[in-house]
């Protein structure tokens, strides 16, 4: 069975993503991800671990080795969540057949997401 450290490294390189750009997402130091790596650090805080799996596009589960590589699903892809999103605007006729999401909608879809869900939380607090 891999190392948590193994399985961080290894995950990181599946994702192509640097070291200063996890530890940005996980709101720690380059160095602190490095001695995740490195095993130095071997207990690190849940809500660190949460947040690494998070920016590893897995799961905290996986990273703990508590499933094996390939038993769980896959983190969802930009373009998987697109697909999705066409369906689910197709199925509500909003698109009709033929129709894509392009980029400046997704990313109007996006905003007005962003507004709603702001929307909510204030009239929620």
Do not use: F
Request: with cysteine; net charge neutral; hydrophobic share 40%.
């Amino acid at each position: 069975m891999a190392e948590l450290k193994d399985l961080i490294r290894a995950q990181r390189a599946k994702c192509g993503r640097t070291l200063e750009e996890i530890a940005k997402e996980v709101g720690v130091s380059k160095a602190t991800v490095q001695r995740w790596e490195s095993g130095e650090i071997k207990d690190m805080r849940r809500d660190k671990l949460v947040l690494l799996a998070k920016a590893l596009r897995t799961t905290p589960a996986y990273l703990m080795g508590w499933v094996e590589p390939g038993t769980e699903q896959d983190a969802p892809t930009r373009e998987s969540v697109t697909a999705m999103l066409e369906k689910l605007l197709r199925d509500m006729g909003y698109l009709h057949d033929g129709e894509g999401l392009t980029p400046e909608l997704l990313n109007s879809i996006g905003i007005a997401v962003q507004t709603a869900i702001e929307l909510y939380r204030k009239q929620h607090q």
